[in-house]
């Protein structure tokens, strides 16, 4: 963060001396993400970190008392910055599927100019990519994961063991740990649809994540 001047570096800030390490990533369903960024509310904060609130007030006068739909829709429309520069529309990407490019391909704007418009392709994507070894977060077992992951990449299985001492907190405030139970409870079948089609290239990429969440809005 000292080096590139901002808190959350992306793959392609790792120098290239260190780039032949592995590189791990964590992955969770936008259903989730989605929820836990609205309960969460930084962009209530500091709006100005997310974009011009005045638009957004046109739109929505009681910004930002909106319901979690309205989130939803606001983030797509007014927080998604096509990274190609291109205009906003029924091709832009999710939110989260230009966070997820931004954070972890090789050339971020041209990986979404490339996207656009284009069928969803999990081998597609991955390709544009750094290589990944991706935690899946969903399940609430990521220790389980993590641990997995580094008996795969050979180290110790001292470290991995101490993994089984990681409890998740309990502070108050936190709404993470029963995040991956209620998130359905947030979503009719059309929001989810429509989560479904703008962040359509991660659900190609991680197709796991969508199958609990439809079920539970059906």
């Not at 059309?190 to 990429?205: M, S």
Request: aromatic share 12%; hydrophobic share 40%.
């Amino acid at each position: 963060a000292v080096e590139v001047g901002r808190t959350h570096a992306v793959a392609a800030d790792v120098p290239e001396c260190e780039r032949g390490k592995p590189l791990l990533s964590v992955f969770r369903s936008p259903f989730e993400r989605y929820v836990s960024q609205y309960r969460y509310g930084c962009w209530r904060k500091t709006p100005d970190m997310y974009c011009d609130p005045a638009p957004i007030l046109d739109a929505y006068p009681h910004y930002p008392e909106v319901s979690f739909a309205e989130f939803v829709r606001i983030a797509n429309r007014y927080f998604a910055r096509p990274l190609d520069g291109a205009e906003r529309d029924g091709q832009a990407l999710g939110w989260h599927t230009e966070q997820y490019l931004r954070f972890h391909a090789r050339d971020a704007a041209a990986a979404y100019a490339a996207l656009r418009a284009q069928t969803p392709s999990a081998e597609r994507l991955e390709a544009l990519e750094y290589p990944l070894h991706v935690l899946h977060a969903e399940s609430g077992r990521l220790a389980e994961a993590l641990a997995a992951c580094m008996r795969r990449l050979g180290l110790p299985e001292a470290y991995a063991e101490r993994l089984h001492e990681v409890r998740p907190s309990s502070r108050r405030h936190l709404h993470e740990i029963a995040l991956h139970r209620d998130a359905h409870t947030y979503y009719d079948r059309g929001l989810a649809e429509f989560v479904f089609e703008r962040e359509r290239w991660l659900f190609a990429r991680f197709p796991a994540a969508v199958d609990r969440m439809m079920a539970a809005c059906a």
